[in-house]
C-alpha cells in the first residue's frame, strides 16, 4: 500500500494529495502534526530525517521526501493523465513553469511567512536544524508574493493553464501558491482578472477540495 505522510494544514503536502488525486492513485494517509512539533519527534525522524512533509512510502518500500520525487515517481509509475507532460516541448514548459511557480511563489509566500509568524521563531527554515528569523526577509517576500501574482496574472491572460495546452502538475503547484498566499495576508483581486478566472476554473476540479 502506498502511504502519504501528510499535514491537512500545509501547502507542501497538499500537492502531493492533488497530484494522488488527479491520478487516481488509492493510498494510506498518516497525518503528521506540523503545529505540535510532530515532524520533530523521534518517531518521524525514524521515517524521514528531513523532518518535512510529505513524505510518500511507495508500495514497494521506497521513501519519497519532497514534491519532485514524488511528482517523478508518480508519472513513471501512473502515467495517464500525464501530469509532466506528454512531448518533449510540453515537458520542458511544465518543468520550467513549475520551478518558477516554487520558486517565485511558495518560497516567496513561506520567506514572509516563517520569517515574521511568532509562531515560527527560531523556525525561519523547515528541517531539522533551527534558523532565526530575518524580518527583512519578511518584508521581501512580502514584495514578491505581489509580484508572482503579478507575473501569474500576465501569463494566464490568454491561456487555460499556467504551463501548457492542460493541466499540469505546473498548475497544481500555483493553486497551491495562490491559495498558500492567505496566510500572509494577500489575495488575488480586481488587478489579478485572468488570476480570479484561472483559479474558478480549477475550483470545479474535485481534487482541489483536498
Not at 120 to 146: C, F, H, K, S, W
Amino acid at each position: 500500500m502506498i502511504t502519504l505522510y501528510d499535514c491537512a494544514t500545509a501547502p507542501s503536502p497538499r500537492r502531493a494529495r492533488i497530484l494522488l488525486a488527479e491520478k487516481g492513485v488509492a493510498h494510506a494517509t498518516v497525518q503528521i502534526d506540523l503545529r505540535q512539533g510532530e515532524q520533530l519527534g523521534e518517531a518521524f525522524r525514524q521515517v524521514n530525517p528531513q523532518c518535512t512533509v510529505p513524505a510518500l512510502r511507495t508500495d514497494d518500500g521506497l521513501l519519497l521526501t519532497d514534491n519532485a520525487a514524488i511528482a517523478a515517481w508518480l508519472e513513471a509509475r501512473f502515467p495517464q493523465p500525464p501530469l509532466l507532460g506528454g512531448t518533449p516541448q510540453e515537458k520542458a514548459a511544465i518543468a520550467s513553469w513549475n520551478w518558477r511557480v516554487e520558486f517565485e511563489g511558495l518560497l516567496a509566500i513561506a520567506e514572509a511567512l516563517r520569517n515574521s509568524a511568532p509562531a515560527m521563531a527560531n523556525r525561519a527554515l523547515p528541517g531539522p536544524v533551527d534558523y532565526a528569523q530575518i524580518p527583512e526577509l519578511a518584508q521581501r517576500g512580502l514584495a514578491r508574493t505581489r509580484q508572482f501574482f503579478a507575473m501569474l496574472d500576465e501569463r494566464l491572460a490568454d491561456r487555460d493553464f499556467v504551463a501548457a495546452d492542460r493541466f499540469s502538475v505546473a498548475d497544481i503547484t500555483a493553486v497551491v501558491a495562490v491559495d498558500f498566499a492567505r496566510v500572509v495576508k494577500l489575495r488575488p483581486d480586481e488587478r489579478h482578472p485572468h488570476l480570479q478566472r484561472w483559479r474558478a476554473a480549477m475550483a470545479q476540479r474535485a481534487s482541489m477540495s483536498l
